[in-house]
């Protein structure tokens, strides 16, 4: 077996006992490989292990990745910062984008989404830390972009995404996705199409399940240090 495999294993029986005792559903948390600076080879090893999901932050580096493994049928989720000028290529090659963080860039993806195709799935990321340097829109701003996208016949609105600033403390970093975690739930009341709460890392992914994730982005813990 492969290292990544190996990992892959020891994630999933990890995640399954915290579904327990947090008393999830058993398989309500899903896995996203986040394969930023990973060889293409470690992809594919994750593939073979059963992973489908794949995150990536940087437009080109994962352009050229979607290219390589077009034979894989691999789902690709865009997760980094978005410039208005890359959203044709985001929205022609990415099923998925995690980090929609103002109107703007919502209208350019819905623009640039083809007819023919399923829509995009998109969630809206939220600042939590207020950080100014930060992507994500600040927590009650969230609303009005979901209402923005909800609208957009070629996205659909699929959740909330966020990377909290990295604490150590697991009270602490319970307390951060559980801001995220509670607006969600109010929103799915609006919008009942909304169904992942990406949230959960390397370094907090039991918090993350604690407090409600459905979609761990975990790229160290599965394929190791990056290149
Ligand atoms: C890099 C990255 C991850 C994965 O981080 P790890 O600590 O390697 O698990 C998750 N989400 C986003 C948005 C990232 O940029």
């Known amino acids: 077996m492969t290292i990544v495999a190996e990992h892959i294993n020891k994630l999933v029986t990890s995640l399954r006992s915290f579904e327990q005792r947090y008393e999830k559903p058993a398989g309500s948390v899903k896995l996203l490989a986040v394969s930023k600076r990973q060889s293409i080879e470690k992809i594919a090893e994750a593939h073979s292990a059963g992973l489908k999901d794949f995150g990536e932050n940087y437009l080109q580096e994962a352009l050229e990745k979607i290219e390589k493994l077009k034979p894989l049928d691999l789902n690709w989720h865009f997760i980094g910062p978005i410039q208005a000028n890359k959203t044709k290529p985001i929205a022609e090659?990415?099923?998925?984008?995690?980090?929609?963080?103002?109107?703007?860039?919502?209208?350019?993806?819905?623009?640039?989404?083809?007819?023919?195709?399923?829509?995009?799935?998109?969630?809206?990321?939220?600042?939590?830390?207020?950080?100014?340097?930060?992507?994500?829109?600040?927590?009650?701003?969230?609303?009005?972009?979901?209402?923005?996208?909800?609208?957009?016949?070629?996205?659909?609105?699929?959740?909330?995404?966020?990377?909290?600033?990295?604490?150590?403390?697991?009270?602490?970093?319970r307390v951060c996705f559980r801001l995220l975690a509670n607006e969600f739930v109010r929103l799915q009341s609006l919008y009942p199409q909304m169904d992942t709460l990406s949230m959960g890392m390397s370094n907090d992914y039991e918090a993350a399940i604690a407090e409600g994730s459905t979609l761990l982005r975990i790229g160290t813990g599965i394929f190791g240090p990056r290149e």
Request: charge should be neutral; charged fraction near 20%; aromatic fraction near 4%.
């Open 93 to 173: 090659e990415f099923q998925w984008v995690h980090s929609v963080d103002r109107t703007k860039i919502a209208l350019r993806l819905n623009e640039h989404r083809a007819d023919s195709r399923l829509p995009l799935n998109v969630c809206v990321q939220v600042n939590l830390s207020n950080e100014a340097n930060k992507s994500g829109v600040a927590l009650q701003d969230a609303e009005d972009l979901c209402v923005c996208i909800a609208r957009l016949p070629h996205l659909k609105l699929r959740g909330l995404m966020a990377i909290p600033a990295p604490l150590s403390v697991f009270d602490a970093q």
